[in-house]
């Protein structure tokens, strides 16, 4: 075969590559393959800590903690606040929001309904489709939350961009309140639901974390072959380029 021939095979074929991987990169992982028993409720309890001020990136909030918070979940959609789409949190200063994490425990998981469902996040909210009736009816409100992640640690903030779609991960923190301060003023406020019942837009967890932990990473190999097959298509438009013309 010629040398356009295996540039264009190795077009081809790194293309096809990034489809599929790209597909299954963010599946959600059997059961099987999960810490389940971990899968429990989050485990949450008042506590009566004064407020503190943060800053990020210039800007200063106030934080009022109002529960501590344990979390163990599986992630299955997420959101980075720094997306080059996400406009809401650069309007509002809002720099220590660093993204959302949508999670599920529970019966959901542990059952496998969940992986019978569609989830995706935009710039606040965690939004749920299913894809059959079977999955709606074993569908839980309160076994699946949206949650704000929090930190003014730099060192958290980049192990959180660690984290994919299908790891299983504990969270520890506070359920906290926060007001973004210009010139000691309040100019943007964020509060925090308390359960995991409610619904609706404002129906989202403010958790301000103190750890984070990876107790299982799904997808990994997918997530490999996805980049490396983007280098694929990459390589073989360079090497068109550089081959000379056929005659």
Not at 136 to 146: D, H, I, M, T, W
Request: some cysteine.
């Amino acid at each position: 075969m010629r040398a356009h021939g295996l540039v264009k095979v190795l077009f081809f074929g790194s293309l096809a590559a990034v489809a599929a991987a790209w597909w299954f990169k963010d599946q959600p992982p059997p059961p099987e393959r999960l810490q389940v028993d971990a899968l429990d409720p989050p485990v949450q309890k008042a506590v009566r800590k004064p407020p503190f001020e943060a800053s990020v990136n210039g800007a200063t909030y106030r934080i009022q903690p109002r529960y501590s918070y344990d979390l163990n979940a599986v992630v299955v959609s997420l959101h980075h606040s720094d997306s080059w789409w996400d406009q809401a949190h650069k309007e509002w200063g809002d720099y220590i929001n660093v993204m959302d994490l949508c999670v599920g425990w529970g019966e959901g998981v542990r059952s496998g309904a969940y992986r019978r469902m569609s989830f995706s996040n935009s710039q606040w909210e965690c939004h749920i489709s299913f894809n059959s009736v079977q999955a709606a009816e074993a569908f839980r409100v309160n076994e699946f939350s949206n949650n704000h992640i929090v930190t003014d640690d730099p060192a958290v903030a980049r192990a959180l961009k660690g984290v994919h779609v299908g790891d299983q991960i504990r969270l520890q923190g506070y359920l906290i309140d926060y007001a973004t301060l210009k010139d000691g003023q309040v100019v943007g406020s964020r509060v925090s639901s308390d359960n995991r019942d409610d619904t609706g837009p404002g129906a989202c967890e403010v958790l301000y974390i103190d750890s984070l932990d990876k107790i299982t990473s799904a997808n990994r190999n997918w997530r490999i072959a996805f980049y490396a097959a983007l280098a694929g298509v990459l390589l073989s438009v360079i090497f068109w380029f550089t081959l000379p013309m056929e005659l």
